[in-house]
């Protein structure tokens, strides 16, 4: 019998350290959006008083179907965005969990290693 290491069919966070973060082992110093599709690009705010509401809105279309949850990732320590940004998330019935960017990488991993349909928002 022959064994063999699964290879993920998505990508994944490789490492991660203060101010930057590694998706299949490429370094990324800015923030990001990261979709267990494949889907991985930059997102367009590096500070968390300059999140607005099509921040969050942007966020449910990355994937070719709705993702079922999107993972925010406020920094370097948890801070939590005005439920006002989240509405049209919570509108389309899209969980969002907010965690520490080290946390919503782990977090991420796991779902995605799932199967599931996740989208990680990441400010650095």
């Not at 991660?16 to 110093?29: K, M, P, T």
């Not at 990001?32 to 500070?47: D, I, K």
């Not at 993972?71 to 965690?99: C, H, K, N, W, Y």
Request: with cysteine; aromatic share 6%.
């Amino acid at each position: 019998m022959k064994l063999h290491a699964d290879k993920p069919d998505s990508l994944a966070i490789t490492s991660y350290g203060e101010g930057w973060v590694a998706v299949n082992g490429q370094r990324h110093a800015g923030s990001l959006v990261l979709a267990s599709g494949g889907q991985l690009h930059p997102w367009g705010c590096e500070r968390f008083e300059d999140l607005t509401s099509a921040h969050f809105e942007h966020l449910a279309g990355v994937m070719d179907e709705a993702p079922e949850l999107v993972l925010f990732g406020s920094g370097s320590r948890l801070r939590f965005v005005r439920p006002a940004l989240l509405q049209d998330l919570m509108a389309r019935r899209i969980g969002v969990e907010t965690m520490d960017s080290a946390a919503a990488c782990r977090t991420f991993n796991i779902l995605a290693g799932e199967g599931r349909r996740v989208v990680l928002a990441l400010l650095m």
